[in-house]
């Protein structure tokens, strides 16, 4: 069964944008790019909200076309424009570049499509990611800590979100960066015990 991958950048505070949506602090280089790239090749579909699926769609399709930018991100432009994206949104009327909006988050819809044939595939967006964090449709949380504190923002977690997780790598990056990938650790039983 397809695993469905949380994948975002978060500060070390916990933020994964300033308070006005601010990506600046990103230490994204083309040794991380180059990872991005070979990790998400191999992925099936983008699962975006709309405001991940907006600000990608803003820059990616034409990245490739402007001999400026590094070869990995033109290299991700292609990989970007081809794969499937499926767009959870209530008020988006359409999106292009090989895209499908859907309207609500359905579980036994997103089980449906887990079962698929195929790769993995990758959840962007934190509103998005509460959705089906509190659905139990994440199986794998790959969040790529930058060394840099934000001070205030929007937080990746909810103050209410609860999760066991098992760390199955950690690996850093030249740039300060350190990717911590964890799965989902199947819920435990509840004991009916009292403490003391």
């Given at each position: 069964?397809?695993?469905?991958?949380?994948w975002m950048s978060v500060?070390?505070?916990?933020?994964?944008a300033?308070?006005?949506?601010?990506?600046?602090w990103?230490?994204?280089?083309?040794?991380?790019?180059?990872?991005?790239?070979d990790?998400l090749?191999?992925m099936?579909a983008?699962?975006?909200?709309?405001?991940?699926?907006?600000l990608?769609?803003?820059?990616?399709?034409?990245?490739?076309?402007?001999p400026?930018?590094?070869?990995?991100?033109r290299e991700?432009a292609?990989?970007?424009r081809?794969m499937?994206?499926?767009?959870?949104?209530?008020?988006?009327?359409?999106?292009?570049?090989n895209?499908t909006?859907?309207?609500?988050?359905v579980p036994?819809?997103?089980t449906?499509?887990k079962?698929q044939?195929g790769g993995?595939?990758v959840?962007?967006g934190a509103?998005l990611?509460a959705t089906?964090q509190?659905?139990g449709?994440?199986?794998?949380?790959?969040i790529?800590?930058?060394?840099?504190v934000?001070?205030r923002?929007?937080?990746?977690f909810p103050a209410d979100?609860r999760l066991d997780?098992r760390l199955?790598?950690?690996r850093?990056?030249?740039?300060?960066v350190?990717l911590?990938?964890y799965?989902k650790e199947p819920a435990?039983?509840a004991t009916?015990?009292?403490?003391g």
């Open positions: 069964m397809r695993k469905i991958i949380l500060s070390l505070d916990g933020f994964f300033g308070p006005d949506g601010e990506l600046d990103h230490r994204v280089d083309d040794e991380m790019h180059q990872h991005f790239n990790e090749r191999r099936s983008f699962l975006d909200g709309r405001r991940t699926y907006e990608m769609a803003d820059f990616w399709p034409t990245a490739d076309q402007d400026g930018n590094s070869a990995p991100s991700f292609g990989i970007w081809d499937p994206k499926i767009v959870y949104s209530r008020t988006l009327p359409r999106a292009d570049w895209s909006v859907v309207r609500e988050v036994e819809e997103v449906a499509l079962a044939p993995d595939m959840l962007g509103d990611a089906f509190r659905l449709l994440i199986d794998e949380y790959r790529y800590l930058h060394p840099v934000v001070g923002g929007r937080p990746l979100a997780l199955v790598e950690s850093p990056f030249g740039n300060g350190v911590l990938r799965l435990r039983p009916g015990q009292a403490d």
